[in-house]
């Protein structure tokens, strides 16, 4: 057999999605045909360039003994060939399509492999070698025979094999390039992996069996019915044994069933029987339609609460195994996540099945993207170029056929920041000719010319506010249509915030049918050196930095505090009351499950401390339906303090997602107000000889007024504090220029403050401190007066500053900060237990909590601002009480907000001899500026006289364990 050196001009940069590959067609996980898994350890060489080794590997007898050995499914940039690339939209290399630079890795796998025993006769029946996903193109070989090649990383490809296969010893070779013409439709913002990272499986295909089939499993709401078809290639009979249903295929039947939606995924196990083969379906029974105006499932419109999800595990990219996509699922379900757009391509199939089993709405996205040909006004987009139109299609095509017989998945997306062309309108006919039961989505098409929804990503409070109400303006089509943020609150770093605004929002108007949080995981790769590692970290000479580390969740898959926030903002359940109240008032805020599966109680805390607890009668609140529901009487002989009600909504019973217990929602209603610290200035300022007042248990510095020590706890440093080591969002994106209030504080200089005394005045029963805090450079300062008095056990510090000059930006933070030489264990009373700032404050509940100073650290991929507890009434920590007039915000570090503010990876930050404390009276908000909005104005820390209180005393450590 002859073999010929493909010239890099050949096929991988042909605009074509390939050759040789079988038609797309439905996934499914196993049928009773015999099957052969050939993932595992490949042979692997890596060649610099497209054309630097022939194709004599792909022959019968080639010794690879001393190639590598890599892990299929996986990315050989991951496992030490090569190194990745990040980058957000712009293409790391030259922009000149089709063509794609000689420089281009490519990688020869080599696997060897024999027939399980029993396999069919090889001659009788046909086989098909399929590859659920390879980066970013491929050619196969099979015992010497060319099979092909094919484009489009995200999609299956199979090849017919039967007449190739062997008993033992069958070659398996497959040349697989970086870069190809593919390429250029797959710039999806994350990181550059080539390889075969989802599976290769060869399948045996009966005689007779179904090459193709599509479940048709439609629900009438009015009558409680579901009508199904299952349509096939060839002649089968449809069984589904719980329904009494025994029909040919195209036979259509109609009877009574249980709706499927992502509240109640209702499956039905069935069985389509063809010559030679037996498939498992798996049916839900549901209708989408666009009407008035609205998404309805079932008859009803929903609200999507939803993330975006790009696959990622920081170990193995985008190759995730059956666990880690489960864990995915469980872990949105158990945060109230109801809905998953598949950004930005299809996922591996059997996420799909664990979206039908567990209930998740799903916008399954096309594996298309040009963003980089933003650069240049979008000219030779792709998608408006007739030469890349089967390209387009064939990824469409695959796309639909590979999930059509999903019941998750309710709406097709063309893809995502592709500009706007006649490519993209052929894909929606086609999608629409094929299957008119799902809306197809597309956000970057103003017009709406081919889309049935309108799509935004990241428009702020206020437009999405008029679009709700309708005077968004726009075509008329796109007036007519519902509308989502296909994303929203960009989940970047510290943050999101104005989660809870927005939700508002969605719940206010009918048209605003939810959002897509952008994103659900940060792609950090593991890296002992750096912690997680982000663009810049492997060299690249064009990177994106840490913007690819945008997610609710860690790469570790730890929830983020954001994430715990978003949890907390999407309730199922409202529960609310004013103060005071009797009342709280239970609303079922499902579109399809009442409250029957939640279980209600209550608790009666008084300075934190529950003091007692019992379980609540709520009535089975159908869907959008609300009661007030009367609280027992406060227990008698409770202690006197500040007091609330808790009222959680947990499972009742245990569910495929979470245990009974679990708890979806809670709120708490405030019943007294809280005591305020007070403090009678009595002790006097003494002067001794050493240079040392003392007032009450506090000792200062006499020619400073410097705080040194209470009682016995030495202090040191304590002073006016206004910066925080900027986050994300704080940093902002390079085109809102006017939200990037990092840049704003830093260029006033507001992280290089300096402290002048003017004044320190030993009063009759007062030590006063004078200063005025400004940074170098400016005009611009804070007037700031340091007030002790002290009853002679507890010392009073009241903090009054006054803005002077031209201060046209909100502060960052505006507290005092001190340092204590020990502390470990912290306790406090407020908000808790995790991190929140005025916009991420939805999560947090008053209560008693403790923490080790290490653990109120989160361990954000990039270091920033992080850690505050808000709310705080007192917290002791380092032989401190510290009690706040009013409520403050406490964050405690091992390191200086400097230092934290220089770090660029959390092995930057190492532990030093002080406990750094931060008491703040008001921090800014926290927005989601990395990509969307700032903080809205209400969030916004205001340059203005301001008064603020501590009161320190002496305390026991708290423990900490």
């Given at each position: 057999?002859?073999?010929?050196?493909?010239?890099?001009?050949?096929?991988?940069?042909?605009?074509?999605?390939?050759?040789?590959?079988?038609?797309?067609?439905?996934?499914?996980?196993?049928?009773?045909a015999?099957?052969?898994?050939?993932?595992?350890?490949?042979?692997?060489?890596?060649?610099?360039?497209?054309?630097?080794?022939?194709?004599?590997?792909?022959?019968?007898?080639?010794?690879?003994?001393?190639?590598a050995?890599?892990?299929?499914?996986?990315?050989?940039?991951?496992?030490?060939?090569?190194?990745?690339?990040?980058?957000?939209?712009?293409?790391?290399?030259?922009?000149?399509?089709?063509?794609?630079?000689?420089?281009?890795?490519?990688?020869?796998?080599?696997?060897?492999f024999?027939l399980?025993?029993?396999w069919?006769?090889?001659?009788?029946?046909?086989?098909?070698?399929?590859f659920?996903?390879?980066?970013?193109?491929?050619r196969?070989?099979?015992?010497g025979?060319?099979?092909?090649?094919?484009?489009?990383?995200?999609?299956?490809?199979?090849?017919?094999?039967?007449?190739?296969?062997?008993?033992?010893?069958?070659?398996?070779?497959?040349?697989?390039?970086?870069?190809?013409?593919?390429?250029?439709?797959?710039?999806?913002?994350?990181?550059?992996?080539?390889?075969i990272?989802?599976?290769?499986?060869?399948?045996?295909?009966?005689?007779?069996?179904?090459?193709?089939?599509?479940?048709?499993?439609?629900?009438?709401?009015?009558?409680?019915?579901?009508?199904?078809?299952?349509?096939?290639?060839?002649d089968?009979?449809?069984?589904?044994?719980?329904?009494?249903?025994?029909?040919?295929?195209?036979?259509?039947?109609?009877?009574?069933?249980?709706?499927?939606?992502?509240?109640?995924p209702?499956?039905?196990?069935g069985t389509?029987?063809?010559?030679?083969?037996?498939?498992?379906?798996?049916?839900?029974?549901?209708?989408?339609?666009?009407?008035?105006?609205?998404?309805?499932?079932?008859?009803?419109?929903?609200?999507?609460?939803?993330?975006?999800?790009?696959?990622?595990?920081?170990?193995?990219?985008?190759?995730?195994?059956?666990?880690?996509?489960?864990?995915?699922?469980?872990?949105?379900?158990?945060?109230?996540?109801?809905?998953?757009?598949?950004?930005?391509?299809?996922?591996?199939?059997?996420?799909?099945?664990?979206?039908?089993?567990?209930?998740?709405?799903?916008?399954?996205?096309?594996?298309?993207?040009?963003?980089?040909?933003?650069?240049?006004?979008?000219?030779?987009?792709?998608?408006?170029?007739d030469?890349?139109?089967?390209?387009?299609?064939?990824?469409?095509s695959?796309?639909?056929?590979?999930?059509?017989?999903?019941?998750?998945?309710?709406?097709?997306?063309?893809?995502?920041?592709?500009?706007?062309?006649?490519?993209?309108?052929?894909?929606?006919?086609?999608?629409?000719?094929?299957?008119?039961?799902?809306?197809?989505?597309?956000?970057?098409?103003?017009?709406?010319?081919?889309?049935?929804?309108?799509?935004?990503?990241?428009?702020?409070?206020?437009?999405?506010?008029?679009?709700g109400?309708?005077?968004?303006?726009?075509?008329?089509?796109?007036?007519?249509?519902?509308?989502?943020?296909?994303?929203?609150?960009?989940?970047?770093?510290?943050?999101?915030?104005?989660?809870?605004?927005?939700?508002?929002?969605?719940?206010?108007?009918?048209?605003?049918?939810?959002?897509?949080v952008?994103?659900?995981?940060?792609?950090?790769?593991?890296?002992?050196?750096?912690?997680?590692?982000?663009?810049g970290?492997?060299?690249?000479?064009?990177?994106?930095?840490?913007?690819?580390?945008?997610?609710?969740?860690?790469?570790?898959?730890?929830?983020?505090?954001?994430?715990?926030?978003?949890?907390?903002?999407?309730?199922?359940?409202?529960?609310?009351?004013?103060?005071?109240?009797?009342?709280?008032?239970?609303?079922?805020?499902?579109?399809?499950?009442?409250?029957?599966?939640?279980?209600?109680?209550?608790?009666?805390?008084?300075?934190?401390?529950?003091?007692?607890?019992?379980?609540?009668?709520?009535?089975?609140?159908?869907?959008?339906?609300?009661?007030?529901?009367?609280?027992?009487?406060?227990?008698?002989?409770a202690?006197?303090?500040?007091?609330?009600?808790?009222?959680?909504?947990?499972?009742?019973?245990?569910?495929?997602?979470?245990?009974?217990?679990?708890?979806?929602?809670?709120?708490?209603?405030?019943?007294s107000?809280?005591?305020?610290?007070?403090?009678?200035?009595?002790?006097?300022?003494?002067?001794?000889?050493?240079?040392?007042?003392?007032?009450?248990?506090?000792?200062?510095?006499?020619?400073?007024?410097?705080?040194t020590?209470?009682g016995?706890?030495?202090?040191?440093?304590?002073?006016?504090?206004?910066?925080?080591?900027?986050?994300?969002?704080?940093?902002?994106?390079p085109?809102?220029?006017d939200?990037?209030?990092?840049?704003?504080?830093?260029?006033?200089?507001?992280?290089?403050m300096?402290?002048?005394?003017?004044?320190?005045?030993?009063?009759?029963?007062?030590?006063?401190?004078?200063?005025?805090?400004?940074?170098?450079a400016?005009?611009?300062?804070?007037?700031?007066?340091?007030?002790?008095?002290?009853?002679?056990?507890?010392?009073?510090?009241?903090?009054?500053?006054?803005?002077?000059?031209?201060?046209?930006?909100?502060?960052?933070?505006?507290?005092i900060?001190?340092?204590?030489?020990?502390?470990?264990?912290?306790?406090?009373?407020?908000?808790?237990?995790?991190?929140?700032?005025?916009?991420?404050?939805?999560?947090?509940?008053?209560?008693?909590?403790?923490?080790?100073?290490d653990?109120?650290?989160?361990?954000?991929?990039?270091?920033?601002?992080?850690?505050?507890?808000?709310?705080?009434?007192?917290?002791?920590?380092?032989?401190?009480?510290?009690?706040?007039?009013?409520?403050?915000?406490?964050?405690?570090?091992?390191?200086?907000?400097?230092?934290?503010?220089?770090?660029?990876?959390?092995?930057?930050?190492?532990?030093?001899?002080?406990?750094?404390?931060?008491?703040?009276?008001?921090?800014?908000?926290?927005g989601?500026?990395?990509?969307?909005?700032?903080?809205?104005?209400?969030?916004?820390?205001?340059?203005?006289?301001?008064?603020?209180?501590?009161v320190?005393?002496?305390?026991?450590?708290?423990e900490?364990?």
């Open positions: 057999m002859s073999f010929h050196t493909h010239t890099h001009t050949d096929y991988v940069q042909d605009v074509s999605p390939g050759s040789g590959a079988l038609p797309p067609r439905a996934w499914y996980a196993s049928s009773d015999k099957s052969l898994s050939l993932n595992g350890n490949w042979r692997f060489r890596l060649s610099s360039t497209a054309d630097a080794e022939d194709d004599s590997f792909a022959a019968e007898g080639y010794d690879a003994g001393d190639w050995q890599i892990a299929v499914p996986g990315h050989w940039v991951l496992q030490g060939h090569g190194s990745p690339i990040y980058t957000n939209h712009l293409y790391p290399f030259p922009v000149d399509p089709p063509r794609v630079p000689t420089e281009n890795p490519t990688g020869d796998h080599l696997r060897v024999d399980p025993a029993h069919p006769d090889l001659a009788e029946g046909g086989a098909v070698l399929r659920d996903g390879v980066e970013s193109c491929a196969v070989w099979l015992n025979t060319d099979l092909g090649e094919f484009k489009g990383s995200r999609l299956p490809h199979e090849f017919a094999v039967g007449h190739l296969l062997k008993a033992a010893g069958n070659v398996l070779a497959v040349r697989v390039h970086q870069w190809s013409a593919g390429s250029y439709l797959e710039d999806q913002d994350q990181w550059w992996l080539p390889g990272f989802r599976d290769v499986t060869l399948l045996h295909r009966p005689a007779g069996a179904a090459l193709d089939f599509f479940v048709h499993a439609s629900y009438d709401h009015l009558a409680g019915t579901g009508t199904l078809r299952v349509d096939s290639d060839v089968g009979r449809v069984t589904v044994s719980e329904l009494g249903i025994d029909i040919a295929t195209g036979e259509s039947v109609t009877m009574p069933v249980e709706a499927w939606s992502a509240e109640t209702r499956l039905y196990e389509l029987a063809t010559g030679g083969e037996r498939v498992p379906l798996r049916i839900g029974f549901r209708t989408v339609d666009l009407s008035d105006g609205l998404i309805k499932v079932n008859g009803r419109p929903v609200l999507f609460k939803g993330v975006n999800r790009h696959e990622w595990h920081p170990e193995r990219g985008r190759a995730l195994d059956l666990e880690t996509m489960r864990e995915d699922v469980l872990l949105m379900k158990r945060h109230n996540v109801n809905a998953v757009r598949t950004s930005h391509y299809p996922p591996h199939p059997a996420f799909l099945d664990l979206c039908d089993a567990y209930g998740l709405w799903v916008i399954d996205e096309c594996d298309l993207e040009t963003h980089g040909f933003t650069e240049q006004g979008w000219r030779d987009n792709p998608v408006d170029d030469r890349w139109t089967p390209a387009l299609l064939d990824r469409a695959r796309m639909v056929e590979r999930d059509k017989n999903h019941p998750s998945v309710v709406i097709w997306s063309l893809g995502n920041e592709a500009g706007t062309g006649r490519g993209l309108t052929a894909m929606a006919e086609w999608i629409k000719d094929r299957d008119s039961s799902r809306p197809v989505h597309y956000e970057g098409d103003p017009t709406c010319r081919d889309t049935d929804i309108y799509s935004r990503m990241y428009a702020d409070h206020a437009e999405v506010e008029r679009i109400r309708g005077l968004d303006g726009g075509t008329l089509k796109r007036r007519q249509l519902p509308f989502i943020l296909c994303e929203f609150a960009h989940a970047m770093g510290n943050g999101p915030g104005g989660l809870a605004d927005y939700q508002r929002l969605f719940e206010s108007y009918d048209r605003l049918q939810g959002g897509f952008w994103e659900w995981i940060d792609h950090g790769i593991a890296y002992p050196e750096l912690g997680f590692a982000y663009g970290d492997f060299g690249e000479e064009l990177h994106d930095g840490n913007f690819v580390c945008d997610g609710l969740l860690f790469p570790d898959r730890r929830p983020s505090p954001g994430f715990v926030e978003y949890k907390k903002v999407i309730e199922p359940v409202g529960i609310t009351g004013a103060f005071g109240e009797a009342t709280v008032r239970i609303t079922n805020k499902q579109d399809f499950a009442d409250l029957s599966a939640l279980a209600f109680s209550w608790s009666y805390e008084v300075d934190g401390e529950p003091v007692e607890s019992g379980t609540l009668a709520v009535p089975g609140l159908a869907p959008g339906e609300s009661a007030d529901v009367k609280l027992p009487a406060p227990p008698a002989g202690p006197a303090g500040e007091a609330h009600w808790t009222v959680r909504a947990a499972l009742a019973a245990d569910t495929p997602w979470a245990p009974k217990d679990h708890v979806v929602a809670w709120g708490q209603i405030p019943v107000e809280r005591r305020v610290p007070t403090v009678t200035a009595t002790a006097r300022p003494a002067v001794g000889d050493n240079g040392v007042i003392t007032l009450g248990p506090g000792t200062f510095d006499a020619r400073t007024g410097a705080l020590a209470v016995d706890v030495p202090v040191s440093g304590l002073r006016l504090d206004v910066w925080r080591a900027t986050t994300d969002n704080d940093d902002g994106a085109w809102q220029p939200l990037r209030y990092g840049l704003l504080w830093r260029g006033l200089g507001l992280h290089r300096r402290h002048r005394l003017d004044a320190v005045e030993s009063g009759e029963h007062a030590l006063t401190v004078r200063m005025r805090v400004a940074p170098a400016r005009e611009l300062g804070l007037s700031t007066v340091y007030r002790w008095t002290s009853d002679g056990n507890r010392l009073r510090l009241t903090v009054s500053t006054v803005p002077e000059g031209d201060w046209t930006v909100p502060l960052p933070r505006l507290g900060r001190f340092g204590l030489s020990t502390a470990d264990g912290v306790r406090w009373y407020g908000g808790g237990p995790g991190e929140a700032y005025p916009d991420t404050r939805m999560a947090s509940a008053v209560g008693r909590w403790q923490s080790t100073v653990d109120l650290q989160t361990p954000y991929v990039r270091p920033q601002e992080n850690g505050a507890r808000i709310d705080v009434r007192w917290a002791e920590l380092g032989g401190l009480r510290i009690e706040g007039d009013p409520a403050f915000s406490l964050t405690a570090r091992r390191w200086t907000t400097e230092q934290l503010d220089a770090a660029t990876h959390l092995t930057d930050l190492t532990s030093g001899d002080t406990v750094w404390v931060n008491l703040d009276h008001g921090q800014h908000g926290i989601s500026q990395s990509c969307g909005p700032g903080p809205l104005p209400q969030y916004h820390l205001r340059a203005e006289p301001a008064e603020f209180s501590f320190f005393s002496t305390a026991p450590a708290p900490t364990s």
